[in-house]
């Protein structure tokens, strides 16, 4: 059993920033990669930014330079610095940690995530 926290969601204005952690812990073997998603009302969930292997990043088109993934492996927690948020940035956050080849979170609930809401 893998377990999952996310903190750091809040209400801001559009053009501020925020920094999303997630700590997780429980069996943790093989830890090849971590990511955030998001699930924005209406639609479905989508992947923010991912990082594989320690160095190798991928972003959402519409997250490219603005967002920014990382991790404190000592800590065994996954950040997600937000800068210049906008308002389609508004939804639930998730993160997942990959164990070998298979993410730990698939189709069924993710938990409550940390709510972003960006206001105009």
């Known amino acids: 059993q893998v377990y999952m926290v996310e903190s750091g969601g809040g209400s801001v204005q559009v053009g501020q920033s925020l920094r999303l952690s997630c700590t997780f812990s429980?069996?943790?073997?093989?830890?090849?990669?971590m990511a955030w998603h998001r699930q924005a009302p209406g639609r479905q969930r989508e992947l923010v930014a991912a990082?594989?292997?320690?160095?190798?990043?991928n972003y959402a088109d519409s997250v490219k330079g603005r967002f920014t993934i990382s991790a404190d492996n000592a800590k065994n927690t996954v950040y997600l610095q937000m800068n210049n948020l906008k308002v389609e940035d508004t939804a639930v956050y998730y993160c997942?940690?990959?164990?070998?080849?298979?993410?730990?979170?698939?189709?069924?609930?993710w938990g409550q995530g940390t709510q972003v809401i960006v206001s105009s």
């Open positions: 997942n940690v990959r164990l070998g080849s298979v993410w730990y979170r698939g189709s069924g609930s």
């Open positions: 429980g069996r943790i073997e093989r830890l090849t990669g």
């Open positions: 990082l594989i292997g320690g160095r190798v990043t």
